[in-house]
């Protein structure tokens, strides 16, 4: 691709892109300001992208109009680089072309879902017609961004509420926390539920007191009913039905459960479990432990517990990682091994027209997130750790970027020798400090009407407000969260 710079009719630069002027070729200025007088927007963006600006004449004209907005060029080309400090923030979009995902990531990992939804984008005159492949990839990926943020908002503002109430009832009713007290120095081994976790329970069994089980709430069931003991399990879900996997903890208090606060658990486990407090350093939740006067483990936010689980594993350990059950694909027949707690729970309600075999079914083919989850573990950098997915052979094989996968007779090789004998002490302390109630309500009056944490309950109807500027929304967003302050503080008073 030829680039050009010429002087215009009136002596600005411009610029030909084999030989079609991507500038005006009388004056670059005048069309600039007609491009940019001819955006109307019902409101004014949080930012502005477009793509591949040239020589940037309509950054000063932007920002002329829209003081308030951050500018951001998408970059096709680097012939133009001379120009990005007209703008706040520049993308390379050719670096991303690699990785079709990429950019997608970078986007809804640099700017937060309200952002991209209050932002507008649009493109210079002429670049479509000189880059319409470039085109062609950008507007997808933006209809994929704003789509995913738009489906993040539409779930944080349901369940929001639901974790906060969560997070109150976790520091109303914790009873015995617990420390990590140093790095884990055996080898890990992470358990998850999906089938192919079935063939491996004997070997699991066998080998267990030469590793740390880290195994997540799903499998925990599996787990005890073939006498396999973990050294710590992990649940992170908010949702009511999360806690049906915890249930048989209430039968083994001594086993450690790692919890973030905003995981939805049993009052009961919550205060005769030993609890290995996570934080994930972001909301409310992290306002109110600093206060609590107990110290937390920090953890990463992610979309699935095995996530979380990974990245526990790779910061609280020196040795290899070895992932169970963690299939990522969905499977003719049930999509976990059993026993499964909710799996029990729903055969109760099985019926001639809500068969078992239907669900099977139906979960096999809803498998979306799955794909998303699968996503993210073959971005996940491992760092130089060995990190190894034990599964049966298939044509699934290897689908996790760095994440080599093992069969069971490797896994089996691979196990140390020395069979060490599970010991609570080795690894956890139980905490002296207890949490401190008070501390918890005095700083929740005070913060708990700011903007910040309206906004993270409510994200969809600020963005709402955002675009319609209609004080019924904000009236609406005041009486909702009164009511949540209101059923907040009743918890206290049980």
């Not at 093992?406 to 020798?417: A, L, R, V």
Request: hydrophobic share 40%; net charge positive.
């Amino acid at each position: 691709m030829e680039v050009l710079f010429q002087n215009a009719k009136n002596g600005e630069l411009t610029v030909t892109i084999d030989g079609f002027f991507f500038h005006s070729s009388y004056s670059p200025t005048k069309e600039a300001q007609r491009f940019v007088d001819n955006l109307n927007f019902p409101f004014s963006p949080a930012m502005i992208f477009i793509t591949e600006p040239g020589i940037s004449y309509c950054a000063d004209f932007l920002r002329k109009k829209f003081p308030c907005t951050k500018l951001i060029a998408i970059r096709y080309l680097k012939d133009f680089k001379q120009f990005d400090k007209k703008f706040d923030f520049v993308i390379d979009f050719f670096s991303f072309l690699q990785n079709s995902n990429s950019f997608e990531n970078f986007i809804s990992s640099r700017f937060s879902e309200s952002d991209i939804l209050s932002s507008f984008f649009c493109s210079w005159n002429t670049t479509e017609k000189c880059f319409p492949y470039f085109e062609k990839l950008f507007w997808q990926g933006i209809k994929n961004i704003t789509q995913k943020a738009k489906t993040i908002l539409i779930t944080n503002q349901f369940f929001e509420k639901k974790w906060f109430l969560n997070t109150i009832s976790f520091f109303n009713y914790l009873q015995n926390p617990v420390l990590l007290k140093k790095k884990i120095s055996k080898d890990i081994l992470i358990i998850a539920s999906g089938p192919s976790l079935q063939v491996a329970l004997s070997s699991i069994k066998k080998n267990q007191a030469s590793y740390f089980l880290i195994v997540l709430s799903s499998a925990i069931k599996c787990c005890f009913e073939n006498n396999i003991i973990p050294d710590l399990c992990i649940s992170t879900d908010g949702g009511y039905w999360a806690k049906e996997h915890l249930k048989i903890l209430e039968t083994y208090p001594s086993v450690v459960l790692a919890l973030s606060c905003e995981s939805c658990c049993q009052k009961n486990i919550l205060k005769k479990s030993l609890i290995l407090p996570l934080l994930y350093e972001d909301g409310i939740s992290n306002d109110l432990s600093q206060v609590s006067e107990i110290e937390f483990c920090n953890a990463k936010r992610n979309g699935t517990v095995s996530g979380t689980a990974l990245q526990f594993a790779m910061n609280n350990s020196t040795g290899n990682i070895y992932l169970f059950g963690l299939d990522l694909h969905s499977k003719k027949g049930f999509q976990h091994t059993n026993p499964n707690e909710l799996q029990i729970n729903s055969q109760m309600h099985d019926f001639k027209l809500n068969s078992t075999e239907k669900k099977q079914v139906s979960a096999m083919l809803n498998s979306e997130s799955l794909k998303v989850y699968e996503n993210w573990f073959s971005n996940f950098e491992i760092n130089n750790r060995n990190i190894f997915r034990v599964i049966e052979k298939n044509d699934k094989n290897n689908s996790l970027g760095k994440i080599k996968d093992i069969s069971i007779k490797e896994f089996e090789n691979n196990t140390p020798h020395n069979q060490i004998k599970k010991d609570f002490n080795t690894f956890f302390v139980i905490q002296k400090k207890k949490i401190n109630l008070q501390n918890i309500k005095l700083l929740l009056k005070e913060i708990f009407f700011q903007d910040k944490i309206k906004k993270q309950f409510y994200p969809l109807d600020f963005v709402q407000y955002f675009h319609s500027k209609n004080p019924q929304i904000l009236l609406k967003i005041e009486e909702n969260h009164k009511k949540l302050f209101d059923k907040a503080n009743s918890f206290f008073s049980v």
